[in-house]
């Protein structure tokens, strides 16, 4: 009797395993996103900006010497934009040199960018901008720069402390990357 029970357990276990196994998609993390909001900075450098409250504004390691470069933060999210100001002084920098410089930097990610979309934009304070939003799997996926041209030159790109597919970073490239444009619109140059 005991012999035909197993005999049967093993015949009703080799039954139920017919259905096929398919294995699941791989999915990515859930991030839960903050409700925008920002801080003016305003003292100490030429010029201002709103900022956002979930990045902390640091001083730039890399160029010590650049008292007016600073970097935001996003310890949250792993991502930092780098912001680089220069004054403009015909002599030494002028907006031409700078200007190119920009696209310059923009341009090296082409390699293995499948795409670079720029735009000019008029900030409400008069000034001009220059968006320039990139896909693929690159190291920066927006850069841009705000200026008068004639005093001023103010450039930032976020940059994420990983290595990890940018798809998987899309919500948090799109948070930041509504606070960047807050931060341009926001600029104000202290001359």
């Known amino acids: 009797m005991r012999k035909y029970l197993w005999i049967g357990l093993v015949l009703a276990g080799l039954m139920a395993c017919e259905e096929t196994y398919l294995p699941k998609p791989p999915g990515y ?6 409700v925008h909001s ?20 640091e001083a730039d390691s890399f160029n ?5 470069w600073v970097n935001l933060n996003y310890m949250d999210f792993g991502a930092k934009v780098h912001l680089t ?9 002028d907006f031409r040199q700078l200007s190119s410089d920009a696209f310059r930097l923009t ?14 934009l008029l900030t409400p304070n008069g000034y001009t901008g220059v968006v320039a939003e990139l896909t693929g799997e690159v190291p920066t996926q927006f850069q841009f720069f705000v200026t008068d041209s004639t005093k001023n030159f103010l450039r930032g790109a976020l940059y994420f402390n990983t290595a990890m597919k940018n798809d998987s ?14 931060l341009m619109n926001s600029v104000e140059f202290v001359d």
């Open 64 to 68: 010590i010497a650049e008292e007016t």
């Open 38 to 57: 920002f801080e003016r900075l305003s003292s100490g450098y030429p010029y201002r900006i709103d900022y956002s409250t979930y990045s902390r504004v």
């Open 85 to 93: 100001y220069k004054r403009i002084d015909g002599d030494k920098v």
């Open 29 to 34: 993390n859930r991030i839960d996103l903050p």
């Open 107 to 120: 341009s090296q990610h082409q390699v293995k960018a499948y795409g670079i979309e720029e735009a000019v």
């Open 169 to 182: 970073l899309a919500p948090v490239i799109e948070f930041i990357k509504e606070d960047m444009a807050h």
